[in-house]
C-alpha cells in the first residue's frame, strides 16, 4: 500500500506539480495552504487533488509523510500542522526529498544561478524530448511544451531547475540545488539575491562554492556563464572540468545575430568552430545566452545537432515569462512576466527593448515579499528600469514582522530609481493606474506586469480599458 502524504503549503509552483504526479500514481495525497493561484490552483482542482485553505492540526493523524513547504514557516514558525507533525513524531520532509526519491537521475542535469534556470531548465527538457530521450524533470514553472512542469521519465536523464533557496525555511535551511546530485551543471551567476536568507555578498557565494564542489566529487561537468557576476568567485575552489558559454566570450560562443519580428536567428561556435545556425521565438539577448547554455549542455551530451536544433527552434517559452495576454481596445500589447526581483526586472526589460525598439514600454512592478526586507535592497534599483519608459510601482504590502526601520513602501523604491520623476510614479491606488494606462496607452504601447504574486484582476481590467 502507497503511502500517505501531506503536504504542508502545496501550492508552491513546484510542489503543486509535484504533489499532482505523485496523486496520478495512486499515492494518497493531501495538501493545505492559503491564498493560492494559478497556474497551482487549477492544476491541483483540475487533477481532483485532495487540499483545503488554512491549516487543520486534526489532519496530520493519519498521515505518514509530511513535506514542507519552501517557505511555509518563513510565513508562520508555528505553523499548527507541522508543530503537530512533530508532536506526533512524524516523518517529516522538505520537498527534495520526494524530488530525489522520484526525479533524480544517474545522468543529473542541474541548472543554477540568479536568473535564467527555469528557461534554461526548460529549453534542456525539451531538446532532450525531441531527442527521444524521455527525462525526467522539474521546472518552477509551468512550460509551454509539456503538460506539466515535472515528469518521471525512464531514461538515465533528470532535468532540476536547481534553486538557492532554503530547502525549507526553518526547518531545513540548506539550499535546494544541494540535494539534487549535482553532475552536469549549469550557473548563470551567483549576483547576491534573498537577503533574507543570504545576509552578505560572500554567504550568497559560498552556497554556489558549496554547489561546485558536488559537481567536482560527482565527477561532474560545471558550465558558467562568462558574463554571469561573481563566477569567477565561485570558481576559485572547484578543480574539476568546467567550460564558459558567453555572447562573445567562452568555450561557447555565439555569432550572426539577427532580430526579427517573430524570431531571433543566431548561429553558434565551439572553440572558434562553428557548430550550427539556431533560431528562436524568444526575445532579448539574456534569451540567446540561455539557448547558449542549452546548446552548449546538449551538444556535449552528444545530442544530434538537428534534434538541438529542432527543440530550439519549437521552444515555446513558460507562463508568466513575457507571456502576452492580449491587447487592448486602444491597441496596446499586455505582457505578465515573473521577474519579482530589481535583476530579474532589468533583463527583462532589456529583452523587451531590444525587440520593441520604437515602441513606448510602461512597466507595473511589485517585489517579492524576500526583496521588501532590507533597505540594502534598494540600491539595486537605481538603474534597473533603464530600458522603460514610464514605472509605476502600486501599494505594496509590508510584513508586520518586518522591523518599522527596515520595511520598504512603494515610495521608497521609487525615490531609489534614476528617473525623470515625470518618467515614475508611486499609484497606490487601483484606479490611478487604469487612469494612467487608459491616458498614456496606444497601439504602439507596451505593458508589461512584473510580479511574482496575482494582480487581483487588474491585468484583465487594463486589457478591457
Keep these: 500500500m502507497k503511502e500517505k502524504i501531506h503536504f504542508i503549503g502545496i501550492g508552491g509552483s513546484a510542489i503543486a506539480p509535484l504533489a499532482t504526479m505523485l496523486h496520478s500514481q495512486g499515492y494518497e495525497i493531501s495538501g493545505s495552504d492559503y491564498n493560492i493561484f494559478d497556474p497551482a490552483l487549477s492544476l491541483l482542482n483540475k487533477n481532483n487533488v485532495n487540499w483545503y485553505e488554512g491549516f487543520k492540526p486534526e489532519k496530520i493523524k493519519d498521515v505518514d509523510l509530511v513535506i514542507i513547504g519552501g517557505s511555509i514557516l518563513m ?38 544561478g540568479t536568473y535564467g534556470k527555469t528557461t534554461i531548465t526548460s529549453l534542456i527538457a525539451w531538446i532532450l524530448e525531441v531527442a527521444n530521450l524521455d527525462p525526467s524533470f522539474l521546472i518552477g514553472g509551468l512550460p509551454l511544451n509539456f503538460e506539466y512542469g515535472i515528469k518521471q521519465g525512464n531514461s538515465q536523464y533528470s532535468v532540476i531547475e536547481g534553486d538557492e ?6 526547518f531545513d535551511m540548506s539550499p535546494k540545488f544541494l540535494h539534487y546530485k549535482p553532475k552536469h551543471t549549469i550557473i548563470t551567476a551567483a549576483q547576491w539575491d534573498h537577503v533574507n536568507l543570504y545576509p552578505t555578498e560572500k554567504s550568497y557565494i559560498d552556497a554556489y562554492k558549496d554547489l561546485v564542489k558536488l559537481v567536482e566529487k560527482n565527477k561532474g561537468q560545471l558550465y558558467l556563464s562568462e558574463n554571469g557576476k561573481n563566477n569567477e568567485e565561485v570558481l576559485k575552489e572547484y578543480n574539476g572540468e568546467s567550460q564558459k558559454y558567453g555572447l562573445q566570450n ?10 526579427k519580428k517573430q524570431h531571433t536567428s543566431f548561429s553558434v561556435k565551439k572553440a572558434h568552430e562553428e557548430i550550427g545556425e539556431f533560431e528562436t521565438p524568444l526575445i532579448g539577448l539574456h534569451n540567446i545566452e540561455n539557448c547558449l547554455a542549452a546548446i552548449a549542455l546538449t551538444h ?12 530550439i527552434k519549437t ?14 481596445s486602444k491597441g496596446a500589447t499586455i505582457i505578465d512576466d515573473f521577474a519579482h526581483s530589481a535583476v530579474k526586472a532589468q533583463s527583462t526589460l532589456e529583452a523587451l527593448r ?15 515579499v524576500s526583496e ?14 533603464k530600458d522603460t519608459d514610464y514605472i509605476i510601482i502600486p501599494k505594496i504590502t509590508v510584513k508586520k514582522s518586518t522591523e518599522k526601520e527596515f520595511r520598504i513602501h512603494g515610495i521608497d523604491i521609487i525615490n531609489a530609481i534614476n528617473k525623470k520623476e515625470e518618467k515614475k510614479h508611486y499609484f497606490p491606488k487601483e484606479e490611478q493606474i487604469l487612469e494612467f494606462l487608459s491616458k498614456n496607452s496606444d497601439k504602439n504601447t507596451i505593458i508589461v506586469f512584473m510580479s511574482a504574486g496575482e494582480w487581483g484582476g487588474l491585468i484583465e481590467k487594463i486589457t478591457n480599458i
Design 300 to 311: 556535449n551530451l552528444g545530442i544530434d545537432l538537428e534534434k538541438i536544433q529542432e527543440g
Design 165 to 170: 533557496y532554503a530547502s525549507a525555511f526553518g
Design 250 to 259: 567562452g568555450d561557447f560562443t555565439v555569432d550572426d545575430i539577427e532580430f
Design 372 to 385: 521588501r526586507e532590507s533597505k540594502d535592497t534598494l540600491k539595486w534599483y537605481k538603474e534597473t528600469f
Design 75 to 112: 510565513k508562520d514558525e508555528n505553523n499548527p500542522e507541522y508543530l503537530e507533525a512533530k508532536k506526533l513524531n512524524k516523518q517529516i520532509e522538505s520537498f527534495t526529498y520526494l524530488i530525489n526519491k522520484h526525479i533524480i537521475k544517474e545522468e543529473s542535469i542541474v541548472v543554477c
Design 354 to 368: 531590444t525587440r520593441f525598439k520604437d515602441n513606448k514600454i510602461i512597466t507595473i512592478y511589485s517585489p517579492r
Design 315 to 328: 521552444y515555446k517559452g513558460v507562463k508568466r515569462r513575457l507571456e502576452v495576454i492580449g491587447v487592448n
